[in-house]
């Protein structure tokens, strides 16, 4: 009886190391896979043949919760925010973890991604929408662009731009005179279909369009579609992501990496008058090799500067934590 327990006992602990070794030469596996895929097609920026499971949640990332909520407790204590929200994804396997993933907050200029997506959208039926040209007729002394966060060009008052220059202004330098002449330049139902055809819910935006109206695990979703080129195809898809790691803007996110690792991402921010509150934000995928994550983050407070700095905190903790594991 002895001898027959010892070998029971030793066939299960073979098991669960054969158990965990599978497991980790898997991921490994699945890892190397996504690299394999992004330079045979000869994409940088897209993993199009291994589409996530978007409801797979990862107790694995406990820690580095855990790790963020702290930081988050220790700015709302210093008043550098008074609340937060994040979501993360392993873009390899499909694990994520939110934190008050579900609380709204208003985009700001986080809606300029779903009307990017809207263009490219037309333009696998139509590329020829890129050469359509625009008059800009947004007057920067009328007040309706006031951005604390400025481009640093500005859009000339009529004269004519292709929506193509305008699309890269709008990302780009996060431009909202460009912003308004696009989406000026089309019907309003299309950029709601996008939303529709990726099931993000704005239906808040419909009796208060400047208000509290999106949560960071809808908005993410954006960028999980474009990375898994599932929605656009996948040039469309590539290009997106592209020049979306072309923005000027490398506070947040982007300040909290080395500089060497390419970011895909987009800020918004916004100041309410009545209030005194702002609110800023950033979403991308930072494409760490053989590791690419997804990380959104809002904030409210009163500082756009300290909301910043709080981002890039946690940037920087997420780096860490994913680049050592």
Known sequence: MKKFFLRTAAALIFLIIGVVLGK???????????????????YQFISPLLECNSNILNNNFSTLKNQIQNIIN????????????????????????????????TPASLVKVPVLITYYKKAEKNPDIFKQTIINKQDPNNGSSI???K??????????????????????????????DLVNNI?????????????????????????NILNVKDYASFFRILYNA??????MSEKTLKLLSQTEYKQGLVAGIPQNIMVSHKFGERKFSDTGETQFHDCGIIYLPKKPYLL???????DIQKATQTIKSISEKVFEYINSH
């Open 24 to 42: 980790s030469l898997y991921s490994d596996k699945q890892e190397t896979d996504q690299q394999e895929i992004r330079n045979s097609f000869n």
């Open 74 to 105: 220790q700015q709302i204590n210093t008043k550098n925010i008074s609340f937060a929200s994040i979501y993360f994804r392993d873009l390899n396997n499909g694990p994520w973890f939110g934190i008050n993933e579900k609380e709204y907050f």
């Open 147 to 149: 951005q604390n966060i």
């Open 151 to 180: 481009p640093s060009e500005a859009l000339v008052l009529n004269a004519e731009y292709t929506v193509e220059e305008l699309i890269n202004r709008m990302i780009i330098h996060s431009d909202n005179d460009a912003y308004n």
């Open 187 to 211: 019907n309003s139902d299309d950029i709601i279909q996008t939303y529709k055809d990726l099931d993000v819910d704005i239906s808040k935006a419909f009796t208060n369009p400047n208000g």
């Open 230 to 235: 599932s929605y656009l195809n996948q040039d």
């Open 296 to 302: 959104c983050v809002m904030t409210r407070g009163n």
